[in-house]
């Protein structure tokens, strides 16, 4: 009987043991439950902007939703031409033909717009603020129908350019009356990689912003990367996902996003400075880079660029990952982007074409 | 080990199970109650105001005020799309049924969109 007494012992702590295992499960689940996400959107820069943020107490996730929507009505109001706001003004001395200094806040915008549309080849050209006020592609709403060819042709006599803005430190000179600046495919890239710097300084490392085609995310949503969707052209649908690394933006430009139908024709926002026409040869560029403002620029040189220049304008803007929808429908990938896309549907076979709303 | 202890190790092993659902399963916590495991949803986002779901397992008409006027949004079969905006080009309307997760629709002009959220929000963000 004795001999067995130990054992009976060890019997009876089992259970405490059991339950001190039970506990320790129990602190263990409670303690790796994730703090809420939160999400929040509004309706700015002629888009819909969302914000996620992860891993984020309840109080600092309102802070930064009340910071990051006032940063974009900011940006709003400040880098569109067709706004009261700095670039207007911009517009208005630059149109005077006299030197003068540049504010503060513009001048890194004008700057970074500058250089990347050198390295697109002029592909991306904030410069024809002019063309994309007669097309009517400034507006939520274009107008339906496309300008006269003679007001077209009298814009490009001298083809406006960035190159026309000569810069003396922080002062500038218009060159050509043709001009005038159009940060609509910048803007809204530099507002996204401000929102993110502005939540890394209040300490948020888990967050995505989205504005329409223009999208960075910082760190991952909980246990998971972040997760995202590229759109079809020509659909309401998904064309292909993939998961993000820790600092990452996706920039989609496409002939889809402000366009009107003319004669069965489709007429579309993203204008090539070469011509003054809406560009032909493809309808969706998307590219994956660090700082989105870059992308903005980049995925819209891509569509002017078309299947044929593509891949050279990308390399020369730093761009290694980035996909093409040419008007054929036909699907142009590079190599570092190709492994990390999962299609919804076959990319050999192109997208599908019978979507294309109808006049 | 008696039964007790196993009856103990098993009801721990069966709390862990049930404690992993509760707090990794569904929509790991969004407060914006996008997701129902049980039914597909969609996501309406009107200029101004916080976004709000529609379940889409039940047929109907919804109609939201936006900036410019009422968007009307059909909801049939599990499927919802616009029927009505006051917009000029109505590309929303012309963005046909939005059926599966990811698919997307805006009007811009009237600050009105819809998306649809699976029935486990796999997406985080759909770039368009």
């Given amino acids: 009987m004795q001999a067995r007494r130990p054992e009976r012992i060890a019997g009876r702590q089992a259970p405490s043991a059991a339950v001190l295992l039970l506990g320790a499960l129990v602190l263990t689940a409670c303690g790796a439950r994730p703090t809420p996400v939160h999400e929040f959107q509004f309706f700015a820069m002629g888009t819909l902007v969302e914000v996620t943020l992860a891993n984020v107490e309840n109080a600092p996730a309102q802070e930064a939703r009340h910071a990051i929507e006032g940063l974009f009505r900011r940006a709003e109001d400040d880098w569109d031409a067709w706004r009261p706001g700095a670039l207007a003004r911009f517009n208005r001395r630059l149109a005077g033909g006299r030197p003068f200094a540049v504010d503060a806040d513009l001048l890194p915008l004008l700057q970074g717009s500058s250089d990347a549309s050198r390295r697109s080849h002029g592909l991306f050209d904030p410069a024809i603020g002019r063309l994309t006020e007669l097309w009517g592609f400034h507006r939520d709403e274009p107008r339906g129908r496309p300008p006269e060819p003679e007001a077209i042709a009298a814009l490009m006599r001298r083809p406006p350019a960035m190159s026309d803005l000569r810069w003396n430190g922080r002062e500038v000179q218009g060159t ?29 490392a888990n967050a995505l912003v989205n504005a329409g085609g223009d999208l960075r995310a910082i760190g991952r949503r909980g246990e998971r990367p972040w997760r995202i969707g590229i759109r079809q052209p020509r659909s309401a649908g998904v064309l292909a996902t993939l998961e993000l690394g820790e600092d990452e933006s996706v920039l989609t430009s496409g002939d889809y996003e402000r366009f009107f139908m003319y004669d069965g024709k489709r007429y579309h926002h993203i204008l090539d400075p070469r011509t003054g026409y809406p560009a032909q040869g493809a309808m969706a560029a998307t590219v994956i880079c660090r700082w989105a403002a870059e992308g903005d620029a980049a995925s819209t040189a891509l569509v002017v660029a078309g299947p044929t220049e593509w891949q050279a304008v990308a390399r020369d803007m730093g761009i290694g990952q980035a996909m093409l929808i040419d008007s054929l429908g036909r699907i142009h990938l590079t190599e570092a982007l190709r492994p990390r896309l999962r299609f919804t549907i076959d990319p050999e076979s192109g997208i599908p074409m019978d979507m294309d709303p109808k006049p | 080990m008696t039964v007790a202890d196993r009856w103990v190790v098993g009801a721990a092993l069966a709390l862990v199970a049930w404690l992993y ?108």
């Fill in chain 2, 21 to 128: 659902v509760w707090s990794w399963g569904g929509s790991l916590g969004s407060d914006a109650g996008g997701s129902d495991a049980a039914g597909v949803v969609a996501e309406v986002v009107v200029a101004g105001l916080p976004g709000e779901t529609i379940d889409l397992g039940r047929d109907g008409e919804v109609e939201v005020q936006g900036r410019m006027g009422p968007s009307r949004l059909l909801v049939q079969d599990g499927r919802v799309r616009f029927t009505a905006s006051p917009c000029r080009n109505k590309q929303c309307i012309r963005s046909g049924w939005l059926a599966h997760e990811g698919d997307f629709a805006a009007c811009l002009p009237n600050g009105v969109a819809v998306e649809v959220l699976g029935p486990e929000r796999g997406l985080d963000a759909i770039n368009y």
């Fill in chain 1, 176 to 204: 050509n009356k043709a001009v005038q600046i159009d940060l609509g495919a910048y803007a809204k890239g530099y507002a996204v990689d401000l929102a993110i710097a502005h939540l890394r300084g209040v300490g948020i």
